[in-house]
């Protein structure tokens, strides 16, 4: 017979630029399966460069493995679909308790994104339905809303949330229509929904991001 066990554990995250009085901005971005968060907050490094009241933090997923064989590179996963509930739950109380040490170094009127990538939207989107603050921008980026997230808590984070989805326009996992649905399911929830597209693949863009961020200045 199965049983769950609660024990304490080490999450990691990064951090790029510093907290204090004088932050206007902070970036939470979830990395997408496979990746590790010390590689993939230097994608964003640019905005901490030209902006130094933003600070970017990256929360790592708590499954970490080889990504070949039994040694070499080491990814991180936010979760699989074995005992999925406990690890989405995990995942909440991690990214929960990081808030909570993160965002009241900061003035209350911080504006905050939340940015998740490929696995990670699907991550933020439900800690963000369980989330102690509201953002003020959710990015969606190939990836996308969970559907089995019920329709009257959806309702409750998304309505008049400015909401962006983003997609490369030969992505190998998500088709430019299966983004477009996302957009028409998403806007049911009336939420600020807009779609970009960029040419590109599975992967960040630096032009795309440096629009998200002017455009919240």
């Not at 959710?138 to 990836?143: E, N, P, R, S, Y």
């Not at 957009?183 to 960040?204: I, M, R, S």
Request: aromatic share 10%; proline share 4%; net charge negative.
């Amino acid at each position: 017979m199965e049983h769950h066990l609660t024990v304490a554990r080490t999450a990691r995250y990064q951090q790029l630029g510093e907290l204090s009085a004088q932050t206007r901005r902070v970036w939470f971005v979830c990395h997408g399966y496979g990746q590790l968060a010390a590689y993939f907050i230097r994608h964003f490094a640019f905005l901490v460069e030209a902006d130094p009241t933003t600070v970017i933090i990256a929360p790592e997923g708590l499954s970490r493995f080889y990504l070949s064989g039994n040694g070499g590179r080491v990814g991180a996963s936010w979760m699989t679909r074995d005992d999925r509930l406990h690890e989405i739950d995990d995942h909440v109380n991690f990214l929960n308790q990081l808030a909570a040490v993160v965002l009241p170094q900061c003035p209350p009127d911080v504006q905050v994104t939340v940015l998740g990538f490929s696995q990670g939207t699907a991550t933020v989107s439900r800690w963000l339905t369980h989330a102690r603050f509201r953002p003020a921008h959710l990015v969606l980026w190939a990836g996308s809303f969970p559907d089995d997230i019920d329709a009257t808590v959806a309702q409750s984070l998304l309505h008049a949330l400015r909401l962006t989805i983003v997609i490369g326009s030969d992505d190998e996992y998500i088709t430019l229509t299966q983004a477009e649905q996302q957009f028409q399911y998403l806007e049911q929830f009336a939420a600020l929904t807009h779609l970009v597209t960029f040419p590109g693949k599975h992967e960040l863009n630096r032009a795309i991001l440096e629009k998200l961020a002017v455009s919240e200045q």
